[in-house]
Structure formats: structure tokens, C-alpha cells
């Protein structure tokens, strides 16, 4: 038996641990927006979009196992509730933030009342119409006084003028270069503001009792709704926080780009997809699955962006791709998530944990004072 | 009423494409009970090898043959390779498998064949458009009572009733038929009395594969095109054509199928600014809807009884 590290949870190198990997997150996250390239920038900002979209559908998908199609609809909702209210009515972009929430949130509630009796791939199929209603319902003629149809509105972000001020802090700059017309940092900072909110929302469900019932319900729900807990209720709540959690950045979006029209990828099924393979490809049913999957899913994508040209594949996988001239990102992702299927069900994170596991060994709290032990995460007997 | 009866008849026409599709779906759901989410996108692709074969001078008739053929061999090969296997560790698993099959296929269409609308003068087609099985030329058509019926439409349904007669045939007076029944009512009393359950099973997803090829053939030639995105929705009507049905019947499938082509052309004819052209899957979304909250197992299927 090789030499094993034994980490106590809760003691002194546990407490280190964590507080050597929030010092290494908070750096990067200070390096990027003042020394990153604009470019790099921009991939973290859409990375972090794509981060909470995956994290709502997690919460949903990995902790109460409802499949969901639809949240492209529930993003889609939120690109449009702050287009329409910035163009129609005027408001600030980002007062609209909260009600694009509330309105997500009312419509989850709204699906989650037939999705209590529809399950597994039904539910799927369910809401992967409703994908599919979606952009054709922005489309609909009876409506296009509101969203003004195909053609999308205009328009729809925040300006900037030449007194926002500049904020510093001793002297030095953390928002990166706002002064200028160069707003990249700010929706940067935005951007991981938001999720923020959407994990310590996530966490804040899984850690207490809802998300123990969650588990339950994921697991057994007849032996949960057994034990006392309430489906219908529990359900639709997380329904509609995880909808509402995926209109923030649909929001963000709106006010990132300016304009919005509905036939945009992430409105579309396209857009359940996209969120599905990162949830997946991090690891479903953990936290920092989906924070892993964006980082990963979004680099992949941006560095193989112009591998529809063969002279700009790098050498080693030339062979591979050369032969189309489709950029071959959705394939990638596409053989990757069976792959992952066959290899590695709980995706990054889950190797993660397995690689961990065989060089550190974690001791546990005595039972009743740990909140949620996942299978994986528990000691390997030594 | 000639009017009505045109609608009916085109809807019949449409709901044909979606009987098919659906056959597909209720094929492997009886065998596995899986839900193929990349039946739609199978379909696709055996649909783009026609067009393949075209460009090579293959005749229509035999290019729809050797694209069911590809669909078959699609189909089971992806039973095999991928979700046998990967059954025995959940349900979860399977869908997601079926759904990166669903991405894998819309890609390596784009990337074998350009990602546009196909046949394109710009990509160097020598078809100007996607081959018709079926007479389609604007004068192909009789009148009956003053409605003017197309040959096409007229031959699209006859051809998903030659389809369900074959298979009515198969299932019911051959040896493969009532092996496939047999794994469909309990695999493992049919595994115990010597029936090749796997061998059953590949079949089963090959048949299923091969008729949705058909049914995309017929339904580009009735666009006169094919593109990446021709079978979304058409996926999303074949589901509603099954969820009606019911999951577990093959005549509800095709008596599904036809049903919705009838009611959307119908709403989408005499509700046109209610449903038009762009709100039609709404329809098909309502359907779902209804059917799985009224009565899950549809019209014609056999509801299904848990063991808690």
C-alpha cells in the first residue's frame, strides 16, 4: 500500500485545502479582466453565461433527475422580458434582471404543475416542444406587436456614457479597463456576479433539507413522499427557481448584445442541447460540474471555431477533422457525451473525485453532522 | 367542401410522414422501451445518402432502397454498439446516448455534405431538386368532387398503408413478427424459450431506422429540398403521432400520425391567424400535452402498470 495523504474534513489542512483554492479562483478571477486579452475576456463572459444556464438545468436535471428540453424556452425568456421592457417601455436594462426572474419563475411554476404527473423521457419529450414552441410563439403574427416577430428587436442594451464613472480601489483598477468605450470587464464582472448568485442559490437548495428531499425524490419518490415530503410542492419550487435561474442569463445576453431575434442558437433546441452537454461533460448532480463543463465547453469551441479551414488545425489531430469544412466543435461534444456515457458518467468532476480518491483519503465527519455525502466523494477503505 | 376535402387530403398526405417516423418510435419502444430521440436525425441522415446517390445517377427508386438499407444498418448498429450496452446502467444514460447520437448525426451531416440547403447550384449539384418517388408536377392531379387531388398526396398515403400492411404482416404471420411480440410482452420469458432477444432487438431498431428513412425521403421530396433542420420538428409530429397512439401500438401510431397531419392542416387552414404556418407545432405541443396528462398511454395503447 503506497503512502496515503489523510485529510480529516473539517480539520486544520481541510480548512487550508479550501482556502489555497479560493485564493487561486479569486486571483484568476482579478487576472483576467485587468490582464487578459480582450478576446479571452469576452470567452470567460460567455463562459460564465453558459455556466448559470447549465447550473439552473443541474439543479433540476442532476439533483431531481426531471429531464428538461425546454431551457432554451426558460433563457429565451429572459432575453425577451428585458428586450421588450427596454425597447416598449423604456426601463433601465438591468432593473429588468428581477423580473426577468419572477416571469421565468412564474412559468416554471406554470410547467412544473404537468410535469408532476409526466415523467422520465415523457417529460422530455414535453419540454423539448415546448423548445420547439418557443421562437415559433415569438414568431406567432397575434404577437408581433410585442416582439416584433423574425425580425427581433434592437436596441436592447445598456449604454454607456462618457461620465460612467470609473470605480478604483487604492488606487488600482479591478474593473479592468471600464475607462473608454471598452465595456468587456464590466460585463465580465456581471457576468460573474451572476454566478455567484445562481451557486450559493443552487448550493443554498442542495445543502439544506429541500435538497435532501431533492435526492430522495431523484432516488425513490415513493419512499420520499413516505417519509413526509411533499412532491408537488418541492418540485415545482425548484422547477421554477431552476427556469428563473436560467432567464438571468438570457437576460445578461439581451443586454451583452443589443439586439435579440428568436431563431439566435441558445433560443432554440439547439440551446437545451448546448446546456445538457455541459451539465453532463462537468458532471451531473455536483456543484462545480457544470462551472468545469462552461470553462471546458466554451474553450473547445473558440479554439476549434476556424478548424473549417485544414491549414489552421494543429498537426497531431489534422487527420481527424481535415476532411470537412464545418467547424467541428458539435462533434466533438457529441462523441464526448457518449464517450462520457460508457467512461465517466459523472463527467470532469467525477473523474476528479476518482483520481482524488486514489492518492487522498478524505475522513468524514461522524454521521449526522456532514449535510450530503455524495457516493463518490466517500472514502475508499485504506 | 372541396376546399375541406383538399385539406383533409393534404393533411393525410402530411400525416403519412409523421405515421412513419412514429412507426419507428413505437418499433423500439415495444422491444426496448426507450424513447429514440435520434430517430428524427437517423432518418436525416439516410435521407442526405439518397441525395448522395442521386448526384451519382443512382434512379430514385433504387436510391430510396439503398437508403433504407443504410438506415437499417445505422439503426442497428447503433442498438449494438451503443445502447445495449449502456442500458444496463439506467435509463438516464440511454437518453442521453440517444441524444448525442441526435447531435452526432446533425453534425456529421453538415460536415459530409456542407451544411446548406441541399441540392444547391452553389455546392455543385447536378439534381436542381430533391427526386419526388411520386409524380409531382403541378398537373399531376384528379379531381373529386370538385376538390383537386394531387397524385403526390394520393400516393404518400397509399404508400404509409402499404407500409403498415407489411408490417401488420410481420409482426403478426412470420417467425421474426412473433419473436418481436414476444420480446415485447415479457424478454425475459421469450429469452427463456430460446428466442435471440439481442438479435430481436437489432432488428427491431434496423426496421425502425430503415422506415424513417423512407419517410425522410418522402417528406424532402415534398419540400424539394433537405437541410440540417428538416427533421426537428418533424420529430417533435411523429412524438405527438406515438404519445396519441399510444407508445405500444403500432396501428395507434399510424391512425396518431395521420390524425395530427389531418388537425394541424385543418386548424392551420380554417384558424389561419390563429394558427398559420409558424404556430403549428403548438399544436402538436398541445397534443402531447393533453394526451399524457388524459390518458398516458393514448388511444390505442396498453396503459402501464408499476410494481412499487
Not at chain 2, 387531388?149 to 394520393?154: A, D, G, P, Q
Not at chain 2, 421469450?190 to 423512407?214: C, D, N, P
Request: hydrophobic share 55%; net charge positive; with cysteine.
Amino acid at each position: 500500500m503506497s503512502a496515503r495523504i489523510i485529510i480529516k474534513s473539517g480539520g486544520r489542512a481541510s480548512w487550508a485545502i479550501r482556502a489555497a483554492a479560493a485564493a487561486a479562483v479569486v486571483a484568476l478571477l482579478l487576472w483576467i479582466p485587468t490582464r487578459g486579452s480582450d478576446s479571452l475576456i469576452d470567452t470567460c463572459t460567455t463562459a460564465a453565461m453558459l455556466m448559470a444556464a447549465a447550473m439552473s438545468l443541474n439543479l433540476l436535471l442532476g439533483y431531481t433527475g426531471q429531464i428538461s428540453l425546454g431551457h432554451s424556452a426558460f433563457f429565451g425568456i429572459g432575453v425577451y422580458t428585458t428586450a421588450i421592457a427596454v425597447t416598449r417601455w423604456g426601463w433601465s436594462p438591468f432593473v429588468t434582471l428581477p423580473v426577468a426572474f419572477a416571469v421565468a419563475f412564474v412559468v416554471g411554476l406554470l410547467v412544473s404543475l404537468p410535469a408532476l404527473r409526466i415523467k422520465g423521457v415523457y417529460l422530455a419529450l414535453v419540454t423539448l416542444a415546448l423548445g420547439l414552441v418557443f421562437p415559433a410563439f415569438i414568431k406567432w403574427p397575434k404577437i408581433e406587436w410585442l416582439t416584433n416577430g423574425s425580425r427581433g428587436l434592437d436596441q436592447t442594451g445598456f449604454k454607456f456614457s462618457k461620465d460612467n464613472p470609473t470605480y478604483e480601489l487604492f488606487g488600482w483598477n479591478p474593473w479592468g479597463n471600464l475607462r473608454g468605450q471598452n465595456v468587456k470587464p464590466f460585463y465580465f464582472w456581471v457576468g460573474v456576479l451572476m454566478v455567484v448568485f445562481v451557486y450559493l442559490v443552487c448550493r443554498g437548495v442542495v445543502k439544506s433539507r429541500v435538497g435532501r428531499s431533492l435526492v430522495a425524490i431523484r432516488d425513490n419518490s415513493t419512499a420520499a413522499a413516505v417519509m413526509g415530503v411533499n412532491l408537488a410542492v418541492t418540485k415545482g419550487i425548484v422547477f421554477g427557481l431552476s427556469a428563473a435561474m436560467c432567464a438571468l442569463p438570457g437576460s445578461l445576453s439581451a443586454i451583452r448584445t443589443g439586439t435579440v431575434t428568436p431563431d439566435s442558437a441558445l433560443l432554440t433546441v439547439a440551446g437545451s442541447i448546448t446546456f445538457l452537454v455541459i451539465m453532463v461533460v462537468g458532471g451531473s448532480g455536483s456543484l462545480w460540474g457544470p462551472v468545469m463543463g462552461a470553462i471546458v465547453y466554451q474553450f473547445i469551441i473558440e479554439r476549434t471555431g476556424d478548424w473549417s479551414d485544414p491549414d489552421k488545425i494543429p498537426g497531431a489531430v489534422r487527420p481527424l477533422f481535415s476532411w470537412s469544412d464545418v467547424a467541428p466543435g458539435g462533434g466533438i461534444f457529441a462523441m464526448a457525451l457518449i464517450l462520457l456515457m460508457f467512461f465517466a458518467p459523472f463527467g470532469i468532476v467525477g473523474l476528479w473525485h476518482k483520481l482524488v480518491a486514489k492518492v487522498v483519503t478524505v475522513v468524514p465527519k461522524p454521521a449526522g453532522t456532514t449535510s450530503l455525502v455524495r457516493e463518490e466523494t466517500a472514502p475508499a477503505e485504506s | 367542401m372541396a376546399l375541406f376535402l383538399q385539406r383533409l387530403v393534404d393533411g393525410l398526405a402530411e400525416g403519412s410522414i409523421y405515421a412513419l417516423l412514429a412507426l419507428g418510435l413505437v418499433i423500439i419502444y415495444r422491444g426496448t422501451g426507450h424513447l429514440n430521440f435520434a430517430q428524427g436525425e437517423m432518418a436525416l441522415f439516410s435521407t442526405y445518402t439518397v441525395y448522395q446517390f442521386g448526384e451519382w445517377g443512382v434512379p430514385i427508386g433504387i436510391a430510396v432502397l439503398l437508403g433504407m438499407c443504410v438506415g437499417f444498418v445505422l439503426g442497428a448498429a447503433t442498438e449494438v454498439v451503443l445502447v445495449r450496452p449502456i442500458s444496463k446502467k439506467s435509463p438516464f444514460a440511454v437518453f442521453i446516448v440517444t441524444i448525442g447520437m441526435f447531435q452526432l448525426l446533425n453534425w456529421l451531416d453538415g460536415a459530409i455534405w456542407g451544411g446548406q440547403q441541399l441540392p444547391s447550384t452553389a455546392m455543385g449539384s447536378k439534381q436542381v431538386k430533391f427526386p419526388s418517388l411520386f409524380p409531382s408536377n403541378p398537373d399531376d392531379y384528379f379531381t373529386v368532387f370538385g376538390a383537386a387531388i394531387t397524385w403526390r398526396s394520393f400516393c404518400i398515403l397509399a404508400l404509409v398503408l402499404v407500409i403498415g400492411a407489411v408490417l401488420y404482416l410481420l409482426f403478426n404471420y412470420t417467425k421474426l413478427g412473433l419473436a418481436m411480440r414476444a420480446v415485447a410482452s415479457n424478454s425475459e420469458s421469450a429469452k427463456l424459450v430460446g428466442i435471440r432477444t439481442s438479435t430481436v432487438l437489432m432488428f427491431s431498431w434496423g426496421i425502425a431506422a430503415a422506415i424513417g428513412a423512407l419517410g425522410g425521403v418522402v417528406f424532402a421530396g415534398l419540400t424539394t429540398n433537405v437541410n440540417q433542420s428538416l427533421m426537428f420538428q418533424v420529430f417533435i409530429y411523429a412524438s405527438a403521432a406515438a404519445t396519441l397512439g399510444g407508445f405500444d401500438s403500432p396501428g395507434g401510431a399510424v391512425v396518431g400520425g395521420l390524425s395530427i397531419g389531418v388537425i394541424q392542416n385543418l386548424a392551420a387552414g380554417y384558424a389561419d391567424e390563429w394558427v398559420g404556418q409558424e404556430m403549428k407545432v403548438g399544436v402538436a405541443f398541445l397534443v402531447i400535452l393533453a394526451v399524457l396528462l388524459l390518458r398516458p398511454s393514448g388511444l390505442f395503447g396498453t396503459s402501464k402498470v408499476e410494481r412499487v
